[in-house]
Nanobody
Framework: QLQLVESGGGLVQPGGSLRLSCTAS????????IGWFRQAPGKEREGVSC????????LYADSVKGRFTISRDNVKNTVYLQMNSLKPEDTAVYYC???????????????????WGQGTQVTVSS
């Protein structure tokens, strides 16, 4: 059974950068579409970015376009989220999630993703 573990979160000043990692065990990520989501206190979970199996048509939320980059290394069984020019409004718990259902299509529909990590906290503050 696929298990996901996020890492790389922390405290960073506005304008800074972080790289989140989502490492899988129990199965190979080759067969999964991977999404990054975030949830701030008092807010609903929202999609941040998504990468299909072939790393082709990635998806980004409007709020992070041009600042965040998603990538995958299937050899390392890991998906990355490079976050640059961070803003205080990026503060949230970040989750990665996986679905085998979509092949090469990305979505931010939470209910499509059956496997979730435990989350990693990102705090952007001076």
């Amino acid at each position: 059974q696929l298990q996901l573990v996020e890492s790389g979160g922390g405290l960073v000043q506005p304008g800074g950068s972080l790289r989140l990692s989502c490492t899988a065990s129990g199965s190979t990520l080759d067969y999964y579409v991977i999404g990054w989501f975030r949830q701030a206190p008092g807010k609903e979970r929202e999609g941040v970015s998504c990468i299909p199996r072939d790393s082709g048509s990635t998806l980004y939320a409007d709020s992070v376009k041009g600042r965040f980059t998603i990538s995958r290394d299937n050899v390392k069984n890991t998906v990355y989220l490079q976050m640059n020019s961070l803003k205080p409004e990026d503060t949230a718990v970040y989750y990665c999630a996986a679905t085998p259902k979509l092949f090469n299509i990305c979505t931010f529909r939470v209910t499509v993703f059956g496997s979730w990590g435990q989350g990693t906290q990102v705090t952007v503050s001076s």
